[in-house]
Every structure is written in C-alpha cells, then in structure tokens.
C-alpha cells in the first residue's frame, strides 16, 4: 500500500539554526501519528513543511505519490487536499458555527444539498447540535475547537495536520477531548498527523509515535514499544523517567549492573534507534565507565525490606497527590529519586526502593549541571 504521506530526507534550516536535519517518515492511509517533543525540538517546523507553509532546504516532500515540497518546488497549501486545526482553532469570528464549517465546501463550489447534509453529519458526530447560529465568540473552548475539527472535516482531506490542539483547553476538557477525537478519527478513517509537546496526548491519539529532538528523531514506533524501550536518554526522560541517579556500570554475565553507592541494581542498556548525528543515539557502554540510572516513579516499589534489585532510601518527603503519595527519598551520597506509594511514609523511615531491569535504562553519565 503507497502512503499517504513521504518525507525523504529534509532539512530545514534558518540561518545558522538547522531546525530540522533529515527527516524520513512516512503516513499510512487511516494511520495517526504524533510527534512528540521539547519546544525547539523541530516537530512545528516540520508541521509548516508537510503544510507548504515552509520550503525544506533539501529532501522532498510527497503526498500520494505526487511531489509537494522540495528546494525547487513548492506546492501551495491550498492545492494539496490537507487542512489544519490550528493552536487558537483561527475560526472566522465573524461567520456563525454553520458557516465556518460550511466555509471550505462553498469555496469548492459543493452543492448546497451536500453542503447542508454534510454540516448536519458533522454536528451531530462532534455533538455543536443547537449552536449553529452562535458566533465563535459565544462559544467555549471545547465547543471552539470541536468546530475547527468539523471544519478541517466537511472537506474530507486526505491528511489532516493538528497543531497543538489541544494546549489552549483546561486539563479536565483536555483528557475528555484527546479520547473523542481519537474515536472520532477512527471511526471515520482520517489520517492525521499530530503535533504536541504533552505525552499523554500522544499515547492517547497515537498509532505510532515519533519522538524528536534537535530537529532529527530519536525514536519511532508504536507507543507501547516507545515507552518500554526508550532509545534514548531524551525518549526516556520524555515519556516519564524522571528519576536519574549516577554510578557506575559494572558487567557481570551477560548482565548490566549498576553500582550506585553501595548497592548494585540491574539495568537495561537501551538498543540504538534514533536518526541524526551520533550525540542523540545510544553508544556501547564499557564496564567501569559512569552512568546514569533513569527510570519512572511509578515503577519503583517500596519495600521494608531488601529484595533483589533494591536501593536503600531514606525517607525525606511525602506529598499527597488524592489517590497516591509522592514520596521523596535520599539514597547514599545525597543522591535523591521519587516513587509513589498508597500510604504517607514518615520523614526518616528507612526502606528500599525495588526495580524491573527492564525498566531501569542506563546511558552514558551526563553531567546536567
């Protein structure tokens, strides 16, 4: 099957900046992909490329097949059949939800037979029924952008581009949005490409992640496989492992061990899978050679007593977060890390903090300071 969507090979830069540095990808008809990364990462200047609100400084961009983008060629936006929901939904403030959504068909010179039963599929699937006649401005910020959704729809694009849909929308309306659209594009079979910075949106929506940064990838696959088996240190340290402690590597039958302080916790060294240069991709680790052990509150499990592939901590911090604590804890050498636990642990209460090795993923040592 040809896809929808080919990137082959771009660049991008802007002055001295490269915003992007040889991206290829490519969309299957029905797929959804997001792009996940940092601010800077390149993930919006490529959303402009695929667009044709940029021109790539090298590569080519193809939507079904035909070539729309290279550095000698630039397909306009409005001649590729994609749209775009944007960041602030950019709805006409002054034509009603009816017309905005009516606004690409009556450009195409649809007849209004069509155009009136297609608005009425559309109101009913993203549920505006009774706010026709509102103007942008009456409506809320979960109403405004189900419009720009239905909007980008009514004129069935082979690809649709979302930018940061959801970033301007309270945290309750979010988690309940990011669900209905997921269902919502499913259902109809659209295929989208998904800008964003926030992870739980992108396992949300997402058959297949792209994980960026410093304008090449880091990692892609099918979100599961992305947050068990982060390529990177920025992959894992995006998608949730948070707690980093520094030691030493030590190998010992086909194993990798971490020494920190004086307790010796088994790891993973994560397999090479990234693009770009060789700063952004797992190297071989020596043994002897310093580390950093980064893995996730919620896969560290708290224990009176030591067990296989434990650290000894010390209690330093509770934080009471409704159905959990956050719990803070110092090991030796001042080192702390953070897990979660259903009960308020006391300040100074001693214990261990037991891990997976197979989540607990060791990089070469970064000094971050």
């Known amino acids: 099957m040809n896809p929808i969507l080919e990137v082959r090979g771009v660049h991008k830069s802007f002055g001295n900046y490269a915003a ?9 008809k029905g797929e959804i992909i997001s792009v996940l990364g940092p601010s800077g990462c ?21 939507l079904r097949g035909a070539q729309v983008a290279s550095p000698t060629r630039l397909v306009p936006p409005e001649k590729r059949n994609i749209n775009m929901v944007f960041q602030d939904y950019a709805l006409w403030p002054h034509m ?7 606004y690409g068909l009556q450009r195409k010179k649809a007849k209004a037979d069509y155009i009136k039963a297609k608005i009425a599929e559309l109101v009913s699937l993203l549920r505006l029924e009774g706010l026709e006649q509102r103007l942008p401005p009456q409506l809320s910020g979960g109403q405004q952008q189900r419009v720009a959704i239905a909007r980008a729809l009514a004129t069935e694009p082979d690809l649709l581009l979302l930018d940061e849909p959801l970033s301007n929308l309270d945290m309750r309306l979010r988690i309940r949005m990011r669900t209905e659209m997921a269902y919502l594009f499913r259902r109809l079979g659209t295929t989208v490409f ?6 739980d949106e992108a396992f949300a929506m997402a058959d297949r992640l792209v994980i960026m940064r410093a304008g090449a990838i880091d990692q892609m696959g099918a979100p599961q496989d992305c947050y068990e ?14 707690n980093q402690l520094t030691g030493t590597l030590r190998k010992a039958a086909g194993r990798d061990i971490a020494l920190i302080g004086e307790a010796l916790v088994e ?5 090479a899978k990234g693009s770009g240069d060789s700063a952004h991709v797992q190297s071989a680790l020596a043994d002897g050679e310093q580390i950093d052990l980064l893995f996730r509150p919620e896969e560290a499990e708290w224990a009176q007593q030591p067990e296989a592939n434990s650290l000894p901590v010390r209690v330093v911090h509770s934080t009471y977060e409704g159905n959990r604590w956050r719990i803070l804890g110092e090991i030796g050498g001042g080192q702390t890390l953070a897990f979660f636990h ?6 100074t209460e001693r214990g261990y903090v037991c891990l997976k090795p197979s989540a607990a993923y060791l990089f070469p040592h970064l000094d971050e300071r």
Do not use: C, F, M, W
Request: charge should be negative; proline fraction near 6%; aromatic fraction near 2%.
């Open 20 to 28: 992007l540095r040889g991206i290829d990808l490519s969309v299957q």
């Open 42 to 62: 390149g993930k919006s200047t490529l959303l402009q490329v695929i667009a044709g609100l940029t021109q790539p400084d090298a590569g080519e961009v193809q």
């Open 96 to 102: 009603t939800v009816y017309e905005n959504i009516a």
């Open 194 to 199: 998904h800008v964003t910075h926030d992870p």
């Open 229 to 242: 088996q982060p390529a990177t240190r920025s992959a894992a340290s995006l998608l949730g492992a948070g």
């Open 267 to 271: 790891g993973t060294i994560p397999a």
């Open 342 to 347: 259903a009960e308020r642990l006391e300040n």
